[in-house]
């Protein structure tokens, strides 16, 4: 049957790649499953296809669901997603990028604004004080007069 001879190749590719993508040995799968090492053996190489409650501890092992061990090829899938978390990462990279673009730019801005409050403010304190010094004059010229007119 041609659906068998996919799910069995699927199946077959899919748990050797899971199997040395996490860096295990036919041991430590056999161990940690109690399923024969031959047994992973024959169904990596497509000899034999395991029954449902076998499919369900690798599929629980490798946290990937039965309908995919079966029906796709996980090596090519991770390809395709780890191509597409690369061109994520560029994204959020030149997005950073332009965001620290703005910022530097922003901070230019504030600081040029900054800048053109402390000058505004030395203005205002100059002409604060000409205004003290003016009226200082004003009142001298005010006693003065007031002077003139007693005598």
């Not at 024959?42 to 079966?70: A, I, Q, R």
């Not at 230019?108 to 205004?131: A, D, G, V």
């Not at 007069?145 to 005598?151: F, G, H, R, Y």
């Amino acid at each position: 049957m041609e659906i068998s001879n996919n799910a069995e190749y699927f199946f077959g590719n899919n748990l050797r790649f899971l199997r040395k993508e996490r860096k295990l040995t036919l041991l430590n799968v056999s161990e940690a499953l109690d399923v024969s090492k031959s047994a992973i053996s024959d169904y990596e190489n497509g000899k034999t296809l395991p029954g449902l409650d076998v499919v369900k501890k690798f599929s629980n092992f490798f946290n990937v669901p039965m309908d995919v061990l079966y029906n796709s090829d996980i090596a090519e899938l991770h390809k395709t997603n780890t191509n597409y978390a690369f061109k994520a990462q560029e994204a959020v990279k030149k997005a950073m990028d332009f965001e620290n673009e703005k910022y530097i730019f922003n901070m230019k801005i504030m600081t040029q604004k900054l800048e053109s409050i402390h000058l505004q403010i030395q203005m205002l304190k100059q002409l604060l004080e000409s205004k003290e010094s003016e009226n200082k004059t004003l009142r001298i010229n005010i006693k003065l007069l007031e002077e003139l007119v007693k005598s």
